[in-house]
Every structure is written in structure tokens, then in C-alpha cells.
């Protein structure tokens, strides 16, 4: 007799809405959906019990943080629900086909434009894909068609890029009118064509997403002059035009510019004047901003970039391969650390460039090169430039707290102390100043220990106010540790001018809440 083979899909399992609570599995509603782990967001072959529990059973952390039957359990749960929800939610109408090809046009303008690429590289996608159907697939017509229909030209990847862009402002805008405030940064520079222009960043707490994020607003031109007045009309018009609330602005960082901060008229104190905002409106000077600042040379090194600048001129004259090697000025600053290892790594073949030049400068060029107490300074300034730099590029990057950034500040400090006792010893730290320091022993140090010296100096003066938040600063940290009546609530109302004791109400209940706690232990496991 023969025997029919048991089939699944033939035994008409059904899914337990208990097994959401017990196991933390959800069943989509979409025919033929298989079962979902909340956690790992994985499938179960098999509709059973046996299946869904032994799949739970690898999630033994979950258990143990949140135990069955409590509200903290029941919280999660509905949490990963939504996330799942979010992740999942897919268009619900059926699109034809010249829908689906401008939907794919609008994700290939996005993905270029994440990754900077030109307008004109669409096209180029555009053939890679038809070249790869033509070797992927045997019955390749209809794809490649369809792949046809695609529109991404150049002009199209621009169009797709400004219905991007204004679709993500539109996404913005409406996050900043639902958020409860935000604050911005704010720079003026000029562009290429000498066009005063003033960039305005964002950062807030969406209360439809609950995340903090960090975006560009808006990038403003200024026609004419640019003191406080002009920044302050600028910015004022611009939000009023979007119907964004200056109120809800609670803090402004900027580059400490007197047309920014200054005392009457400057950007700062207009907004405070200003009844239509922020009375109590908190500034900041830009913590990159002061760091540079910080690095000023003195005469005797400042020579030494001066004569790069010049040697320059001589090299775009010679109509040499090494014309852009000296390219640097002080506002992108960190190309200077990059000029100068460049520079000393081409020493050699700069010596040999001037000596075979017929300028008339060449001669004193060479003469500058050929000292030893020169090539000296500008092995220093290469090391000390190097890791300056890489103080700076741990200064920058999104998400990072005022906590983060003053450890950063803080362990620099101490790396000063270092290069002080390191620069006139061992030179563990100078590796370009080794070099030359062992081919010829009579360098004198005095220079390079002066400029750390004061190096030192100009991070403890401007970093000062940082000393009076140090303990505030902690409850970034800690938050679940510090205590409610600690040294952190002094410094919380001298410097925040916050109500003390609703500040300590408030943090009590914060860490009592157990939900919160776990969410917090959860994020730092990640």
C-alpha cells in the first residue's frame, strides 16, 4: 500500500496570539506568512510550539532581562512590535509599470546622491545594469526593456535630486513642528564666487521617531554685508517663511565671531532681544572653532609656512608637477599637517628641483632647505600638525555628546604634558623630528617647547568654562548613579539657571523608572 507523503502546508496549523507574550512571535497578515521572532526578526519553518520555543530558547538574555508576566516584558514586546511594523510597511496599492520604473529612478538618484556622485554617473549605471542582464539572463528581453524604461539621464538624476531634496526638507520641517525644541549651529564662509553664504544645522528630538537626530536646514545667502544684523534678519525671515517657531530654539553655537556674539548687535543677542524667541536662549562657541584657535604659531614658526607659500608661487612658475604641494590656507587648517608630511617626504626631490632650477629665487630656496635648524621646525610642525589633526577629526561626527567631546579636550591636555617632556628627550612622539635630530645633534628645542608650552596654556584658557560643567557633564554618563543632592545640581543652576529642586525631583523619578534603565543597559550593549 502505498503511502502518502505528510505535508506542512496540508495540516492547517494555526498561530497562538499567546505565543506572542510566551515565545515574543507575531504572525504577518499577508497570505502565506510564516511566523516572526520580534528579537532577530527570523522565521520558524514549521508553525509548532516545538519550533517557536526551541527558536526562543537561543534568546536567553531576553528572558532574563525582561521575565514573563511583567510590565517591563509587555513594554518591549509592543516596542519590537512597531519597530517591526515600521521596518515592514510596504506600499499598498499596485503600482504600473512606469511607476515602478520612476520609483527605481528616484532610488538610484538617492544612491548616488549619499555617495556624492555626479549627475552624469546615472547614465553610467544605467548601461552597467543593461550589460549585466544581457550575461545574467537567458530570456533577457522583457528585463531589458524594462531596464530601458528606466529614466536616468543626467537631467532626470537632477530632477529626481531636487524632489528628493525638497521632499527631505518637507520630512524635516515637519519633525522641527512637532519637536519640542532643537537647537542649531550656525557658520558663515564665502563660496567660490565670493558669495557670503550661512549654513544653519539642526538638532532635536523627533517625538514621532523618539531618536535625537542631527541635519542640515538650510543654507542661506547673504547678499551685502554680513554683521549680527544681517545673520539675524536672515535667519528670523527664514523661519518665519517656514512657519518654524524661534521659540523653540533653546540653544546657538557659532564660531564666537564678534557678528555673532557681540554684546548689542550681535546675532546672539538680537535672538534674545527678539520677543518672539528664546529669552533664556543658551550660546555656545564651537568647540572645534576654539581648538583651532588655539594652535596659533608664534613669528618664528609662522616664518617657516610663510616661506612655503612662496615656494609655491616659484614651483606654479617653473610649470612643475609639485605646483599644488604647498596648498593650504587657515581656515581648512588641517591641510596643513598634510602639506607638511608631504612636503618633508619630498625633500630630496624638492633639494634636487632647485637645484637644477634657473629661477632666480632657487638659489635661496635652497639655502632655506639646506639648514638644519629649518628642516628641523618643519619636522616639528609636520608632528605636532599630525596630531592635531587627529585630535580635531575626533572632535567631528554626528551623535556626539558635549560628554564626549570634553574627554576628548580633556585627554589632549594630557597628551600636551607628554609632548613636553617627550619632545626634549626620547622624541617618541616626533618621529620626523627624530630623524633629523640624529643626523645632527646641535638642534636647539627652545622654539618647539615654547610653542607646546603655550599650546597648553591656550587649551586651559579657552577650555575653562568646561572645568564649571565637569560634574553637570557626568550625568550623561551616569545618569542611573549620581546622586540627587550631588556637587552636579550646584553646577546644573549656576550655569543652566534650572530650578534645583525640580531638578532633583526629576532625576529621582528618571531613575526609578525601570524601563528606562533597561533601555539604557540595552543601548550600551549594542
Known sequence: ??????????????????????????????????????????????????????????????????????????????????????????????????????????????????????????????????????????????????????????????????????????????????????SIALDESCDITDTSQLIIHVRYLSNISGAFYEELL???????????????????????????????????????????????QGFVQRLRNDPKCNSDLLSYHCIIHQSVLCCKLDPCLEKIMKTHRLFKALVQENDTQFDDLLLHN????????????????????????????????????????????NIATIAFLTDIFQHINSFNLKLQGNQKLICHLVSEVNCFCRKIDFFLQDVGNERLHFHNLKKVVDENHEIDMTNFTKFLESLKTEFERRFADFRKIKNVVQLLNSSFTLQPDGEWINEAENVFNCNRAHLQMEIIEFQSDDVLKNLYNEKNDE
Open 330 to 373: 587657515n581656515v581648512r587648517w588641517l591641510s596643513k599637517g598634510n602639506v607638511l608630511q608631504r612636503f618633508f617626504n619630498l625633500l630630496n626631490e624638492i633639494e634636487l628641483f632647485l637645484i637644477q632650477s634657473t629661477h632666480l629665487s632657487a638659489k635661496d630656496y635652497h639655502e632655506f632647505i639646506s639648514d638644519n635648524s
Open 1 to 182: 500500500m502505498d503511502r502518502k507523503r505528510r505535508k506542512v502546508e496540508n495540516e492547517n496549523r494555526q498561530f497562538c496570539p499567546e505565543w506572542m507574550d510566551l515565545y515574543c512571535f507575531i504572525l504577518p497578515d499577508r497570505v502565506g506568512a510564516l511566523p516572526v521572532c520580534l528579537i532577530c526578526n527570523q522565521t520558524v519553518a514549521v508553525m509548532k510550539v516545538f519550533n517557536i520555543k526551541r527558536h526562543y530558547e537561543t534568546h536567553k538574555s531576553f528572558a532574563e532581562k525582561f521575565p514573563l508576566g511583567t510590565g517591563i516584558r509587555k513594554t518591549k514586546i509592543e516596542n519590537l512590535k512597531m519597530k517591526y511594523k515600521s521596518a515592514t510597511q510596504i506600499l499598498s496599492h499596485a503600482m504600473t509599470e512606469q511607476q515602478k520604473c520612476a520609483q527605481a529612478s528616484l532610488q538610484i538618484s538617492w544612491i548616488l546622491g549619499k555617495h556624492m556622485k555626479p549627475f552624469t554617473d546615472a547614465d553610467i549605471v544605467k548601461e552597467c545594469m543593461l550589460q549585466s542582464v544581457n550575461i545574467l539572463f537567458e530570456n533577457k528581453k522583457e528585463i531589458v526593456e524594462t531596464f530601458r524604461h528606466i529614466p536616468i539621464s543626467a537631467s532626470t538624476n537632477t530632477r529626481n535630486t531636487e524632489v528628493l531634496a525638497k521632499d527631505n526638507h518637507n520630512q524635516l520641517k515637519q519633525d522641527l513642528s512637532t519637536a519640542d525644541f532643537y
Open 218 to 264: 538650510t543654507l542661506l545667502p547673504l547678499s551685502g554685508t554680513s554683521k549680527g544684523n544681517d545673520l539675524y534678519n536672515a535667519v528670523v525671515l527664514y523661519f518665519e517663511t517656514e512657519n518654524l517657531n524661534l521659540k523653540k530654539i533653546i540653544s546657538v553655537t557659532t564660531d564666537g565671531a564678534p557678528a555673532m556674539i557681540g554684546a548689542h
